[in-house]
């Protein structure tokens, strides 16, 4: 269920420091340590799936879960409400999707622009 080698195992299981906006059964979320945005925060599943080319049926659920809980958070962290305001999702996928770690993560980027990137 977690891989000992990796950064988000890590900081679910709390051996690395993180600042906690979202935690349930499956799912842990924190903000990024380099933010893009106004508001960037990561959604991962608490078991290690090294990305969403490894997603299978099982995992339809939590992956359902964490894009409903991303607007709430979202707005928690500062964006702005839909339709003037907004935030993207992305999920990054292996070394040419720009994948950096290998635990499937989604981002959730938002708040007033221009941002760094995107």
């Not at 078991?47 to 707005?75: C, F, I, N, W, Y």
Request: aromatic share 8%; glycine share 10%.
């Amino acid at each position: 269920m977690h891989d000992p080698n990796c950064l988000f195992c890590k900081i679910v299981e709390g051996k690395i420091p993180s600042h906690k906006v979202y935690e349930d059964d499956e799912i842990f979320g924190f903000r990024d340590i380099h933010p893009w945005a106004p508001v960037h925060f990561l959604l991962v599943p608490k078991a290690h799936v090294a990305s969403l080319a490894q997603v299978d049926e099982s995992h339809a659920a939590m992956l359902g879960r964490m894009l409903a809980v991303a607007p709430k958070l979202a707005l928690q962290e500062g964006a702005r409400p839909y339709p003037e305001g907004g935030f993207r999702v992305v999920v990054n996928t292996g070394d040419d999707g720009g994948q950096e770690v290998h635990h499937l993560h989604v981002h959730v980027i938002g708040g007033p622009r221009p941002w760094l990137k995107g």
